[in-house]
């Protein structure tokens, strides 16, 4: 699976220590690059002024309650944005808002996961993450076939 950075777009420092202790628990080592904002993630992925960003995740695990930019926001920024728009997204929240649920999937979301309280249940969670997204998923070329 190491093959294949995973962008983790989180703003709490315990949540963001959690997933990765949660990731090397489940022997996923894959290179995972942390975005603490959207305005961060956005960055990352388009760069500065737009031009290009500096990774090209096979996978993106995005918080919706974000600073700076909202996972919302990031979200809809990705989906309209040619480069990135067929990026598998994961949805990994804490919140339990049904209007959250449905603006995700409206904007394009792949996956929404509730982040599970108990620490077992989240070790399970990322490991079924990982085995699907980065080993059983395919996703279509970098440039779409015209």
Not at 1 to 26: G, S
Not at 54 to 61: E, K, M
Request: hydrophobic fraction near 40%; charged fraction near 25%.
């Amino acid at each position: 699976m190491n093959d294949k950075t995973i962008l983790l777009v989180e703003d709490n420092p315990d949540d963001e220590e959690l997933t990765l202790l949660a990731f090397q628990q489940n022997h996923i080592s894959n290179a995972i690059t942390v975005a603490r904002d959207g305005a961060e993630a956005l960055d990352l992925l388009f760069g500065p002024d737009g031009s290009g960003g500096s990774i090209s995740p096979a996978v993106i695990l995005l918080d919706l309650k974000l600073p700076k930019v909202d996972g919302l926001e990031v979200l809809r920024c990705i989906r309209a944005d040619e480069r990135t728009k067929f990026l598998p997204v994961v949805i990994l929240t804490s919140s339990r808002e049904d209007q959250d649920l449905i603006a995700s999937y409206s904007l394009g979301a792949n996956s929404y996961v509730r982040k599970p309280v108990n620490f077992a249940e989240f070790l399970e969670a990322v490991h079924q993450l990982g085995l699907y997204w980065l080993l059983l998923n395919e996703t279509p070329a970098k440039k779409p076939i015209p």
